[in-house]
């Protein structure tokens, strides 16, 4: 059974920076694509980006390119999302997901695991 348990969240200040994690049971880390999303209130949820079952990261461009890091740990089944030079813009619920496919795609109808959320809030 595939779980996904997010940490790492917080309040931060604007300029700030958060790791947040994505700890993965039930293998699906090891040979599966896996992507960070995130929803601000009133909005839909948003791709920011994934990591190949290579271990290949890839980001949206538009909103977090050169400001948020995706990595993997295989040995420690986790995902992780660096996040520096944080904006107020960034606040959101941040999501971890998983799909049984060989790279991360934007579409969230893509991913059939999700973990619960965790909060980011980037006070101005």
């Known amino acids: 059974q595939v779980q996904l348990v997010e940490s790492g969240g917080g309040l931060v200040q604007a300029g700030g920076s958060l790791r947040l994690s994505c700890a993965a049971s039930?293998?699906?880390?090891?040979?599966?694509?896996m992507g960070w999303f995130r929803q601000a209130p009133g909005k839909e949820r948003e791709f920011v980006g994934g990591i190949s079952w290579r271990g290949v990261p890839t980001y949206d461009a538009d909103s977090v390119k050169g400001r948020f890091t995706i990595s993997r740990d295989t040995a420690k089944n986790t995902m992780y999302l660096q996040m520096k030079s944080l904006r107020p813009e960034d606040t959101a619920v941040y999501y971890c997901?998983?799909?049984?496919?060989?790279?991360?795609?934007?579409?969230?109808?893509?991913?059939?695991?999700w973990g619960q959320g965790t909060q980011v809030t980037v006070s101005s």
């Open positions: 997901a998983a799909r049984r496919g060989s790279v991360a795609v934007r579409s969230p109808n893509d991913y059939p695991f």
């Open positions: 039930g293998g699906i880390i090891n040979n599966n694509a």
